[in-house]
């Protein structure tokens, strides 16, 4: 187990950042630590992997890579699986679910090649343990099996993660469409607030005026506390047989003692606010579950009036709502459903939405001069509309939708009406 190949997946446009996390956490440089299209792959040691899956802010599982070979039909499929060693993860008394993805697979149905991948592990386990094979559960498994086909070569992961790395634990109440923490995260890193490398932040204060159910600013605020970004979760490894407990528990230890403790009379550095009282009511408590209630300050108010929460300048960040989300007074979602990945929260408080970016911008290069603004939207003609010249864009993707990360260098003056 001290010699595992890892590949963990993240966002399209988030891999770079993803390598230099890995790099800290593991150690791991050159060919042992590539960074390909949609994930990184590392090569590592068990021990490696339960931090990765308790530390990593911007993997979306930790997989473990056991086959890796050509195919040209589901038979070779099934004697790809079959020749896993699968009785070294788990027993024949536990369950399984088989995921399979594709990319121009010659293969017509995939569901036939999950069901052959399914037939080649169940059959190993029944000439392995004298007739006994692990059933199938597809809500709650205790395993997890991946496979991802291209043209012509099959992949077969075991998960060490369970539920996706973005479920923190501590987000129970949020709005209708949230931002990823994951996400939230990459764009800590895009900016250079957080370095994933170092693990350090650059000490300027952060802002999210449109903040929703609080997941910028309490990610902010947790690594700004060093907490580690699965501290209150569980993880899929837990159930697998390599599993020791005191080791697990020695590195969950370590990472409690990393922690940066919050002193009781501390300005918080981190802020959000949202025209929503009930949205700032779910953000505070979030942060309650977080352990970062000290550290991050959340208020109600429209972004378009509210003014900056230090003196000196710092950085604004968003990923603020747009097309129908952009609710008329003030009224969190009563704009509708709004299109794929509109937020969760509304700020315009006046007229009909369409002036809120303007009208943003204005009020920024009124109220914020010396702070530096970084939006991410999938509209990619949001500088025109905010009559802002960008000085840097930077691609992201949100779950399938390509957006930009903008970032806007506030100057005194006023938008051009």
Not at 11 to 28: C, D, I
Not at 209 to 225: D, L, M, N
């Amino acid at each position: 187990m001290n010699d595992l190949s890892f590949f963990l997946p993240c966002a399209a446009g988030v891999e770079e950042f993803l390598a230099q996390e890995v790099h800290a956490l593991t150690g791991r440089a050159g060919q042992d630590l590539l960074s390909l299209r949609g994930g990184v792959r590392v090569r590592a040691g068990w021990r490696d992997g339960l931090k990765l899956n308790l530390h990593s802010r911007l993997a979306q599982r930790v997989l473990v890579e056991l086959a890796h070979a050509p195919y040209r039909n589901e038979n070779d499929l099934y004697a790809i699986a079959s020749g896993v060693a699968w009785e070294i993860w788990f027993t024949p008394k536990q369950t399984f679910k088989i995921e399979t993805t594709a990319q121009h697979s010659p293969l017509q149905s995939l569901n036939f090649a999950t069901l052959r991948i399914k037939d080649a592990i169940a059959d190993r386990f029944r000439a392995k343990a004298n007739g006994v094979r692990p059933s199938i559960e597809t809500q709650w498994p205790d395993c997890r099996v991946f496979a991802h086909l291209t043209t012509d070569t099959c992949t077969l992961y075991i998960d060490t993660s369970g539920e996706p790395l973005f479920k923190r634990g501590w987000r129970q109440d949020k709005g209708d469409a949230p931002l990823k923490e994951t996400l939230a995260a990459a764009m800590l890193a895009a900016s250079g607030w957080w370095n994933p490398e170092t693990g350090e932040v650059s000490g300027q204060p952060l802002y999210d005026p449109c903040c929703g159910s609080g997941t910028i600013a309490i990610e902010a605020a947790q690594i700004a506390s060093g907490i580690a970004a699965g501290s209150l979760r569980r993880f899929g490894f837990e159930k697998l047989l390599p599993f020791q407990a005191h080791v697990w528990s020695a590195i969950r230890q370590e990472a409690k003692d990393a922690e940066a403790p919050v002193a009781g009379d501390g300005a918080p550095a981190v802020f959000g606010s949202d025209v929503s009282h009930r949205m700032v009511d779910f953000a505070q408590r979030n942060a309650e579950r977080a352990g970062v209630a000290r550290a991050v300050e959340f208020r109600g108010g429209d972004a378009l009036q509210r003014m900056p929460p230090v003196e000196g300048g710092g950085v604004i960040m968003l990923n603020p709502p747009y097309g129908e989300r952009i609710a008329v007074g003030g009224v969190a979602g009563a704009g509708g459903g709004g299109r794929p990945g509109a937020r969760e929260t509304a700020q315009s408080s006046e007229g009909d939405g369409s002036d809120f970016f303007p009208q943003l911008a204005a009020h920024w290069k009124k109220n914020y001069a010396g702070w530096t603004a970084w939006v991410l939207t999938p509209d990619l003609k949001l500088p025109r509309q905010m009559r802002l010249k960008e000085s840097r864009r930077v691609p992201m993707w949100n779950g399938p939708i390509e957006c930009r990360l903008f970032r806007f260098d506030m100057v005194a003056g006023s938008a051009r009406r």
